[in-house]
């Protein structure tokens, strides 16, 4: 089927479904229309693309990792102004990229999904999507869900938060109707969001009071503006922008031993935080309070140049007294410190290890695929196929997160897996690929036995990086390059397979 004519009216019949039109969803898009699959369709439920970074546009949001890397390698953009892109930057970006690659069309924005359930007997998926309050089922031959792990904001649990009567949202719903200029606010949460939110809201608010419950490790950010030249270079010399990718790619990774296996090797990273501390803040005591008690690595580290000067402004304090309760117009301390407030902002993070689309997923036994997963975490194999899930593919799946580096190239390695499983499925007359069990517990053992000595395991922090089990579920624990020539070839006999009816029947 060809959606050409009219996008606004969802098929009932499409080949491939895709969930999520960030990063992960819109390069399968493209890799699909690509490989010459027309009949696909992207189900989002935001307005456009972009995912994360279309929903991201607090204050100050910026990617930490620099943008020559932090994009598709199909798609490079020369334009970019400086090392670290700002968030609008990015989500202009994907923009860009969308309507070059033709895709569009094959978008349906506005839309959710509802349930997709595995029909055994049919050997398709039949997916509920909701638009503008109407149900409508779509029959599909392979879901792909590439709905995002940082997506679903997670809102602290704080006695009376629902009894506050001023403006409160999270950061990565930021109200921007809402003016701060000269109001007292609170930011709750000192993750990689509230260190880019907090120095740029000071700026302008009245008071600014910030939440630590745990102190983030914070290096210093090396960013700047490309040169004219520079520019002109990246657009005339395709190599020379490409020769800059590698380098950064290589820096980074030459890490990953510091997180995996060595955390030692992390010392000059730690020095540089101290120093970091030392420079943007003069008075002892505040310096003692925001100096981590973990291993650096444990928790996301952090980048900023801004976030330790803003914290020493006079108009900011740092609270570290564990938050009681919240009144209608206050927070108030486990000491029983009252400080009042117009605004809070929540920067708690997202569902990560419990992700929500796991709620709208049943697989071949009618089992949602959170409840499965909510027996020993979160689980999959090369962080793409689940057992009992036939023709589901993830994109930024479990155990597919990075601390170091540019999770587009974790996303491209995925998606390559899956054009070739869909290929093989082709080429082999296959209905149906589903991970053997036994493989898939392999895949997963090996990965908890690599965590052991990683720095995210012996740290000494609590992350969101583990689930409630203690596992980590969402870091990939080695070179990205071997996740890469991992997923390079679709590993059928990793796979239950079953051939298609009649060759027509086949996914072709
Ligand atoms: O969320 P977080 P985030 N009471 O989960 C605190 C990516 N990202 O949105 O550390 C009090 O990191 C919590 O405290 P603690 C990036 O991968 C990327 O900042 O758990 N505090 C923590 O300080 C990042 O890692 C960019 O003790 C509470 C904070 O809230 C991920 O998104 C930019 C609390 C949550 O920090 C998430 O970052 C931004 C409570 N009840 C984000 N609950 C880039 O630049 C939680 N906290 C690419």
New binding site residues.
Partial sequence: MNHDSDPRVLPDRVRQLVIGAGFGGLGMAIKLDEDGERDFLVIEKGGDVGG?WRD?TYPG?????PSQL?SYSFAPNPSWSKS?SPQPEIQAYLQGVAREAGVLDRFAFDTAVEEAAWDEAGQVWQVEVSRAGERHTITTDVLISAAGA?CEP?L???DGIDTFQGEVFH??RWDHDTDLTGKRVAV?????????IVPEIQKVVGHLDV????A?WVIPRHDRAYTGVEKALFKRVPAIQKLYRTAIYWGREAYVPAFTRRPELALPARLLGLSNIRRGIADPELRARVTPDYAIGC??ILISNTYYPALASDNVSLVTD??AKITGDAIVTADGVERPIDVLV?????H?TDPPIAERIRGRDGRKLADVWSENGQGAYKGCTVHGFPNLFQIVGPNT?L?HSSMVFMIESQLAYIRDALGTMQTDGLATVEPRAEVQQAWNDDLQRRMEPSVWSSGG????YLDEHGRNTTLWPRATFTFRRLLSRFDKTAYTVAPARTREDAFA
């Fill in positions: 994360t991201n949001a910026a990617c930490d990792v932090y670290f940082l997670r602290p649990d704080i950061s990565a709750i949460g000192t993750g990689a969001s509230s260190i880019q939440y630590q419950r745990t983030p928790k996301r564990g938050i929540v920067a708690t993070g997202f990560v997160g601390g922090c609590a992350s969101w």
